[in-house]
């Protein structure tokens, strides 16, 4: 009987620890969480396609003074905002250009976007970009819900509209500042 009892106790403990494994499938732990954060900052760039734009010769008492076309390659995904705006300006108004102590005022330099008419540069700042008496806004791209990312090209023609304006002969110089802003 001995054998008979030590043999229904291990059958007992065989069938029990089958139980218990066969218990555990299926057991499951609460759930865990982690919370995902991703930020995407927003951007606006501005390229050119060259740093200098030159004018061979000055013509006096004329418009027809043009500098080399200059490429602007603008850039933008935001998350807010109406339009993308590009300002061009002078941050010495009165002294645009200069040859020493020669100057030509940035109402004498006028600019344009793709063939538009010329404008010169005599607004004041837009949205915080240029200065009073020589700013120009050159463009505006409207932008909105469903379209906050997107790019233009543009060709930049600037000018020198020298009407009955003479100029001392010499290399005149300037920088012409440009900047998009999100309104």
């Known amino acids: 009987m001995h054998l008979v009892t030590r043999g229904m106790a291990g059958a007992l403990a065989l069938s029990l620890a089958a ?8 057991l499951t732990s609460s759930p865990a969480t982690v919370s995902l954060t991703a930020t995407k900052g927003a951007t606006l760039t501005l390229g050119t396609s060259s740093a200098t734009a030159t004018l061979a010769s000055i013509t006096d008492s004329s418009s027809a003074n043009t500098f080399t076309p ?8 935001l998350s807010s905002g109406t339009s993308v705006l590009l300002i061009g300006w ?14 030509i005022p940035s109402s004498k330099v006028e600019g344009r976007v793709n063939a538009s008419a010329f404008a010169p540069f005599t607004s004041g700042a837009v949205g915080g970009v ?10 505006s791209q ?25 100029t001392v002969a010499g290399d005149y110089t300037g920088t012409l500042n440009l900047q998009a802003v999100v309104q």
């Open 19 to 26: 139980g218990l494994a066969h218990a555990q499938v299926g």
């Open 70 to 77: 200059v490429t602007l390659n603008t850039s933008w995904n």
């Open 142 to 166: 409207a932008v909105g819900a469903g379209s906050y990312f997107g790019s233009r090209s543009d060709q930049l023609d600037v000018r020198l509209n020298l009407a009955n304006t003479y």
């Open 90 to 103: 002078f941050a010495t108004p009165a002294q645009a250009l200069v040859n020493g102590t020669d100057f």
């Open 130 to 139: 240029g200065v009073a008496n020589g700013s120009l806004q050159l463009y």
